[in-house]
């Protein structure tokens, strides 16, 4: 015997009044892109559920394609059984059997179909008393138990319910608007991606490249990192930005103090154009504060002059150390951390202003006109698309890799 279903759960969707009926369309669609390496998997939803069919499938290789969907709360395997008390028995075993490590238990038993002879008072005492003959230093315990599993005798058939598993939670991304993400070769900016799919949001990245002065592997690590991205949501557009001639313009005609300040404005002008031309009504960037010379409040405060698009820093009021975490739990961690250098590190000064202001960054600005070259950077920008990750199963995610 095996599982045959997921249940899966959905909390903070629960609370959108009208809106719920769209977030669960648009769970469920996302569901069901998220399972297309399964194809015999089927999406029912019920009230206030959604359940995964099976069919045959992996449990445990669609469990954890369902656990990367955000706007799920919690997930169950569950198995469906004739109502019989063999099939019962064994399917109680199966799903304590889940809970691994688990010490205790409860069952607790529903009877919707009166006609079933055994009643849920009874089934009670019986399947537990068989998980208690089936095991060794396993107790029950109603009050506080490592795994409850639910059995609900139905019409149709008996379903048992084992542990739960923790969803990646958050809304269903696209139900929220779209932000346009800089997305670096750093550590910082794909987590600020994953945290804002997160809240419900799609994303599309623009990335600055500076060739020869950063490598084709550099551009590749960016492509990486947003196909890795891609398994939390679907398919990412990433905007490739030519940056060399502005680069090069900023460090031959800007004082060196103000030229990363300078660089980052023109980063954030590019952006907000791309945005607007996209119709995406904000960008997201991996900006944190006090981290390095460009992130003090001085340095924020100057570079976002240029704009007045909602910039998104989901990092701001993170350590580095809890950035870090996340980068590991979803994976671009080890992409990040490949050694290729991006422009920043390529043309930084080694002493940036780090109280930089706005009145002198635009009295610098005002001897050189850099409106053509932007334009220019703008034409020759070009898309790649990446969604690898979002349609393979694991292990075909480690060939890629
Ligand atoms: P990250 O780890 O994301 O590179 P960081 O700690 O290195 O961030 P900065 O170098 O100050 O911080 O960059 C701040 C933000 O500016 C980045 O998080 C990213 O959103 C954006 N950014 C920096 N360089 C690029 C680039 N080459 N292309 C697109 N966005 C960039
Ligand atoms: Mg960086």
Same mark, same amino acid.
């Given at each position: ?5 997921i ?24 569901l069901a ?8 998997? &089927? ?41 019989e ?6 399917? $109680? ?10 010490k ?9 179909? /009166? ?24 107790? $029950?315990? $109603?009050?506080?138990? =490592? ?6 005798? &139905?019409?149709?058939a ?19 608007g /779209? ?84 660089? &980052? ?37 100057t ?8 910039? +998104? ?16 739990? +979803?994976?671009t961690? =080890? ?22 202001t ?15 070259d932007?334009?220019?950077?703008l ?12 349609n ?5 995610? =480690?060939?890629?890799?």
């Amino acid at each position: 015997m095996n599982f045959n279903h997921i249940l899966i759960r959905y909390g903070e969707m629960a609370l959108k009044g009208k809106n719920r009926h769209l977030f669960e369309q648009k769970l469920q669609s996302n569901l069901a892109s998220k399972l297309k390496p399964f194809p015999a998997a &089927r999406i029912k939803k019920t009230r206030g559920r959604m359940y995964v069919l099976l069919n045959g499938e992996d449990p445990h290789d669609v469990m954890e394609h369902c656990q990367q969907v955000f706007g799920i709360h919690s997930l169950s395997f569950a198995v469906q059984v004739e109502k019989e008390e063999e099939q019962l028995k064994e399917a $109680v075993m199966l799903a304590f059997n889940d809970a691994q490590n688990a010490k205790t238990f409860k069952i607790s038993s529903k009877r919707t179909d /009166k006609e079933f002879p055994i009643k849920s008072s009874e089934l009670n005492p019986m399947l537990g008393g068989y998980i208690l003959r089936n095991t060794e230093g396993v107790t $029950v315990d $109603v009050h506080d138990p =490592d795994v409850e599993i639910k059995v609900e005798v &139905r019409h149709d058939a008996a379903y048992i319910t084992a542990q739960d598993y923790p969803g990646a939670g958050g809304l269903p991304v696209g139900t929220t608007g /779209k932000s346009l993400l800089m997305l670096s070769g750093g550590i910082d900016s794909p987590v600020s991606g994953y945290l804002t799919m997160k809240r419900g949001v799609a994303i599309e990245a623009i990335h600055f490249h500076s060739p020869p002065y950063t490598s084709d592997r550099a551009k590749q690590k960016v492509l990486d990192l947003a196909n890795e991205l891609s398994k939390y949501g679907k398919k990412i557009n990433v905007h490739v930005v030519p940056f060399t001639a502005i680069q090069q313009k900023i460090q031959g005609e800007m004082p060196e103090g103000y030229s990363m300040t300078i660089m &980052r404005r023109m980063m954030m002008r590019i952006s907000e154009k791309l945005a607007h031309k996209q119709d995406i009504l904000s960008i997201t960037t991996g900006e944190s504060l006090g981290q390095v010379a460009s992130q003090t409040m001085e340095s924020m405060n100057t570079i976002n002059e240029v704009t007045n698009y909602p910039i +998104i820093r989901p990092l701001v009021s993170m350590d580095k150390l809890e950035i870090i975490d996340i980068a590991r739990k +979803i994976g671009t961690y =080890d992409i990040s951390i490949r050694p290729y250098e991006d422009c920043c590190t390529v043309f930084v000064p080694k002493a940036p202003k780090t109280k930089p202001t706005r009145k002198n960054a635009n009295y610098y600005e005002e001897k050189v006109d850099f409106n053509e070259d932007i334009e220019k950077a703008l034409e020759e920008t070009y898309v790649i698309q990446v969604n690898e990750a979002a349609n393979k199963k694991k292990d075909q995610f =480690d060939d890629l890799l």
